[in-house]
Structure formats: C-alpha cells, structure tokens
C-alpha cells in the first residue's frame, strides 16, 4: 500500500479560527495514525486580501498547537509557473476556452436568470468563439460536461450524486492570469500525490468541479473527507459572535494547546465515552470511522471544564514558564522559576485559565493592593489586633517558615486568648492577600516568606 500523504491548506486572509483549526487537526492525526506524511501548503493566490501577518498568524497557530509538518510551507504564488502550463495543457486538448465576458455582463446575465427563477450559471457564450475578441482581455474557463452524473464517494457522508447539467463551466484562470481556488487546489493535490482530502463540508459543492478536473487531466481521485461544520450554542454556524474563534486568542485567554487540541478533536469524533486523550491516545486511536455525520456544537464551559482539568494534571515548574508571558504583561517579576512553580502548585486546584491565575496570583508579586471592604470590615476588627500582635512578635523571632511551625504558632495563640482558629486565620488572610478567600494561609505564608509575611502585618496593625 503506498504512502498515505494528507495536506492542510489555509488561506492567509486572517488568523487560524477554531474551524480551519479543527480541519487541520484532523489531517495531522490521520496522517500520524497511517504513518503517512502532512503537508502545509499556504493557498495565497488572492493577491487582495492575502496577508503576511496571517501567514504568521497560521505558523504561529499550527506551532503552538503542536501539529508539526512533514513539507512546508509550500506557497501557491511561488507555483504560478505549474498553473500555466496545467491550463495551457486543457486549452490544446480542447477542454478549456477563453472567456471575454465582462463582469457586468456576467452579472447582467446573472441577475436576469435570478429574476426569470432560473439557477443563475455561465450560459456557454463564449464556448464555441473561434477567434478572440478585440479589445478585451480573457478568462479561462473548463468546458464541463453538460450531460451525466458525477458522482462523490465521501468517507464520511457517503456516496453523493451531482447532476452534470447543474454545474457550470467555471474560470480556472482569471482575466490577469492568477489560477481560482478550484483549480490551483486540483493541481496542487494531484502533483503533491494527496491521497485523502479532508476539509470542511462547506466545500461539498466545490468537490464535483473537482472532480471533473481530475477526469480531464487524468489524475487519479483522492479519498475525499467532509467534516460536519461547527455550530455555536445557538445552532448556527460559528463565528465571532459566539465568542473568541482565533486559536490565538485562546492562547491569550490563557488555555493550554493540549486542552483545546483535545477538544477540538472531540468536535465531531468519539471513542466510546473517553473525553480526555493525551496526543499519542490521539494518534492511535483517530480514524475516520468514527467522525460522525452530524454538526458540533461548541461548547464553551466544557473547553474551560477541560483546561482547568489539564492545568491542574500539568508540572508546576512548566505552568510557572507559561505563565512568565502574563506576568510580564501586568509588570509582576518572580523572585526565582522555583519559587514561582510553589506559586503555580498553589493556585492549580483553583484556576481553569492561565490568566485566571495570575489574576488569583496577584497578591504574591505586589504589596499594595486595596483590601475587600466587605473582608476588612468583617475579619479586621479590634478583637484581632492582641492575637495578632502576639503573631507578629513570634514570627519575629522564628528564624524560618514552615507550614507545621506556622500551624503551631497558630493554635497556641487561639488556645491562649480562647479564639476560633477561623477569627485569626481569616484576618490574617485579608492581611496578607487583601481578600477572605485564598489558598491555605500556612501555604500563602511560607510562599510569601517571612520578610514580606511581616511587612504586610505590621501595615495592618497599625490601621487597627
């Protein structure tokens, strides 16, 4: 069996969204699950609204995901040269013909066919010219079959039936010589050797002009794939409304790659009822088998349910790199990478975002933040001000801070002035992170250390 070679093919005309994404992932896996190759291959024939900043936006995506490719980047303008010849090719065998109709008259023609309810589709005009028009520059156009069937053989939604006489002949090259998507796509893949296409099933329509351009110049088919789209919660197809759709913005909300590769992929894919794969569970299990027929809906609290789960299975000390980013951006510089993972290991249970924890983390890198009034008014009272007095002297003389010492000097001091353990470890708590809920306060102690354990309650004593 030969080499299966699957390719992902964005246009740079913006950043990655979830759906090319997803379209992506699927070529990656499939790929990596048949031991076959993945090519990236930059479709920027549309000199308009092709971007270098979307180029870099897609690398920059495609890296951070971790779906690495086998050759590329291939960009389409640098195969111009291979286009040409591929139309001139269909042009001497007779299966291509110049065009000389003007936009206006297309669009003419167009909305007449509109108005007298007919399917509005090239009309033939120039088919049959047996010289050029003077004065006008041209198209080209395939001269499609008008009679028959063709038929599409999905891996996914079946065998599909197009009638011939319903599909135009459409431009394969435009008036200033630049290749269409349909027809750079078709050589592309059959020069690349793909051998399974799998793409979005807004594309289905495109896919018999496809195929009667592989007929014409006698390539063999690809496997064609049409994934199911991606719907938003209210069932219509997503898009920005429905909240972030660019794989960066995920990155700069603070999701991790494996989180929202593994729910990306669970977009349209099952495996009984696993819900969490690492990559390799990915590659070995994925097939397309078991890519259902229906529409997904995207579901934001379960991808935030995921990260939160992802981020408390991760190592402290590679959370605390990927955070350095978002602490830069709010200007917090950690004293060390080591004492920053204590940092990242005491928020984990508690933070689903990587920017939620540098939120919740605040308090560890500045001293000079508003306390909650409600905290203050409820936990800083004049009754606390002894037992935290006698805290702040022991602290003093205690050489170090561990949780167990910490948790003795604590239970002293309520059993001497006949307090609840809560009245002192709530206010110290607002003390030290200006609000009354935050991780254990022997552990946001230790982690503060004793210098900086003694400044902010010195601070509080003396406004009590």
């Known amino acids: 069996m030969s080499q299966v070679i699957l390719r992902f093919a964005p246009s740079p005309t913006g950043h990655l969204h979830i759906g090319g994404a997803r379209t992506a992932l699927f070529n990656w896996l499939f790929a990596r699950n048949q031991g076959g190759k993945f090519i990236l291959r930059i479709e920027d024939t549309d000199q308009v609204r092709s971007t270098k900043e979307s180029i870099d936006a897609i690398l920059e995506s495609m890296t951070w995901l971790g779906l690495d490719w086998d050759e590329g980047p291939i960009y389409q303008t640098d195969r111009l040269p291979l286009y040409r010849e591929h139309v001139e090719r ?48 041209c198209a080209i156009r395939f001269k499609a079959p008008q009679q028959g069937v063709t038929i599409l053989r999905d891996l996914i939604k079946g065998t599909i039936e197009f009638e011939n006489a319903e599909l135009d002949d459409l431009i394969i090259q435009r008036s200033d010589g630049w290749p269409t998507y349909n027809f750079s796509a078709v050589v592309d893949d059959a020069t690349m050797s793909i051998t399974h296409v799998i793409r979005g099933d807004d594309h289905v329509n495109n896919t018999p ?28 197809r997503l898009s920005k409304r429905h909240g972030a759709t660019s794989v960066m913005s995920y990155k700069e909300m603070g999701y991790l790659p494996q989180a929202l590769v593994n729910y990306l992929v669970r977009l349209g894919w099952s495996h009984g009822d696993q819900e969490v794969f690492s990559q390799k569970d990915l590659v070995e299990k994925f097939s397309l088998e078991n890519v259902g027929k229906s529409a997904a809906v995207f579901n934001t609290e379960k991808l935030l349910w995921l990260n939160g789960l992802y981020i408390r299975q991760e190592k402290p000390e590679i959370l605390g790199k990927l955070l350095l980013p978002f602490l830069e951006q709010r200007g917090f510089k950690p004293r060390s990478l080591v004492w920053l993972a204590e940092v990242t290991k005491n928020l984990q249970e508690r933070s689903k975002t990587l920017l939620e924890m540098v939120d919740q983390a605040a308090f560890y890198f500045r001293d000079d933040f508003e306390l909650d009034a409600k905290a203050a008014a409820k936990h800083l009272t004049p009754n606390v001000k002894e037992p935290l007095t006698i805290l702040l002297a022991r602290l003093e003389s205690s050489p170090d801070l561990d949780e167990k010492g910490l948790e003795e000097i604590f239970q002293e001091i309520v059993t001497q002035k006949g307090l609840k353990l809560g009245a002192i470890a709530q206010a110290v708590r607002v003390a030290l992170t200006g609000k009354a809920v935050s991780p254990g306060i022997y552990e946001v102690m230790k982690i503060l250390g004793r210098d900086e354990v003694l400044k902010r309650l010195s601070r509080t004593l003396i406004k009590l």
């Open 90 to 137: 269909l042009l001497r065998e007779g299966k291509a013909y110049p065009c000389y109709c003007t936009p206006e008259e297309l669009e003419e023609r167009r909305q007449r066919a509109l108005k007298e309810k007919q399917k509005p589709k090239y009309d033939g005009q120039c088919r049959s010219l047996k010289a050029p028009v003077p004065g006008r520059t």
């Open 209 to 236: 002009r496809q195929i009667l351009l592989y007929e014409a110049f006698g390539y063999p088919l690809p496997r064609f794939a049409h994934v199911p789209m991606i719907l938003g919660a209210d069932k219509t």
